[in-house]
C-alpha cells in the first residue's frame, strides 16, 4: 500500500489457527509443540486509517532440522533420523563432495544394502548375495521447499558417456551368457527411502541429461542407477519432481521382506 514497512512493522499483530501449537513472538513464528507438524494460516492484520489482513499458510514442522548442504544433508540422514529434514537451498554443485572440493564417497564408505530383488544368478555361482550402493538413505521425511537435489557429480557421466563415479558398474543382473548378453536386475540407488517416510516438494535427479550437438544421448544413463527406490511400507511422495536416471522411480519390496507388499501414495 505504499507505506515504509519498517516503520509499521511494530503495528502490524498476528494470528495463528493452532494457538496452542504455534504463537508469533516479536514477529517471529514460535513452534511451542515439537511433535507437531501440519499447515498452519497465520493472519497479519494492521490498521492504517482502514484495516488490512491477509492470511498465508505455513507448513511448521516442530522436529525440523534445517539442511542447505551436501554435507549437513548427509549427516541429517545418518545421525539426526528423529528430524524432519527441511531443505534451504539447492544442493547441485557441492553433492558428493567434502568441504575441500575432493570426493566424498569412496567404494570403501558408500553405504550399501543387500539386494531384494532376485539373485539367483549370483548365489548359484557362489557369489552370494550382492549388494548395491546408496547415496542417501531417507529414514526421516523431507521437505524440500520446491529445491534440487542433483546427484550428478557422482551418478553423471563426463560428457563423453563414461560414468564418472561409483556406479560405473552399472545394475545387477539377473541372467548373463558371460559378456554376450544379460538381462538386468536391480540397480544401484541415488536416494533410497524407507518404510513411514514423505517426500514433500522436492525435487530429485540422478544426473544432469544435456544436450549435445542438439541430441540427447541416452545411453548417458546406463550407468546413473535408479534416481528414487522404495524399500518399505506406507511411503508418500507428495508434489515432487523426479527425473533423469536408469530407472526414475522403484517399488519393488521391503528392505527385509521383499515379498512384503508395500504402499506407496503418490500425489502430483
Not at 59 to 74: I, P, T
Amino acid at each position: 500500500i505504499g507505506a515504509n514497512f519498517n516503520k509499521v512493522l511494530e503495528k502490524i499483530t498476528f494470528e495463528t489457527s493452532q494457538p496452542d501449537k504455534v504463537a508469533v513472538e516479536n514477529q517471529v513464528i514460535k513452534i511451542k509443540d515439537e511433535t507437531f507438524n501440519g499447515i498452519v494460516d497465520i493472519s497479519a492484520k494492521i490498521n492504517l486509517g482502514t484495516q488490512v489482513k491477509d492470511t498465508i499458510k505455513i507448513r511448521c514442522v516442530g522436529n525440523g532440522v534445517e539442511v542447505s548442504n551436501f554435507l549437513d544433508l548427509y549427516t541429517a540422514t545418518t545421525k539426526m533420523q528423529d528430524k524432519a529434514i527441511v531443505l534451504q537451498g539447492d544442493i547441485v554443485e557441492d553433492f558428493g563432495k567434502k568441504a575441500d572440493g575432493s570426493d566424498f564417497y569412496t567404494e570403501s564408505t558408500v553405504l550399501k544394502i543387500d539386494s531384494t530383488y532376485n539373485t539367483k544368478f549370483y548365489e548359484n555361482q557362489g557369489l552370494g548375495k550382492p549388494q548395491v550402493k546408496t547415496l542417501l538413505q531417507f529414514k526421516n521425511n523431507v521437505y524440500g521447499n520446491g529445491y534440487i537435489i542433483n546427484a550428478d557429480n557422482v551418478a553423471g557421466t563426463d560428457g563423453t558417456g563414461n560414468p564418472k563415479g561409483l556406479f560405473a558398474g552399472g545394475p545387477l543382473n539377473l541372467v548373463a551368457l558371460g559378456d554376450l548378453a544379460s538381462v538386468k536386475a536391480q540397480d544401484n540407488i541415488c536416494f533410497a527411502v524407507f518404510g513411514g517416510v514423505t517426500l514433500n516438494n522436492v525435487v530429485l535427479k540422478g544426473c544432469d541429461l544435456l544436450p549435445k550437438d542438439g541430441m540427447i544421448n541416452l545411453n548417458d544413463l546406463n550407468y546413473a542407477g535408479t534416481v528414487v527406490e522404495v524399500l518399505g511400507d506406507k511411503v508418500n511422495i507428495e508434489y515432487c519432481r523426479i527425473s533423469h536416471g536408469r530407472t526414475v522411480l522403484r517399488a519393488f519390496g521391503d528392505v527385509n521382506d521383499a515379498d512384503k507388499v508395500i504402499n506407496i501414495n503418490i500425489v502430483n
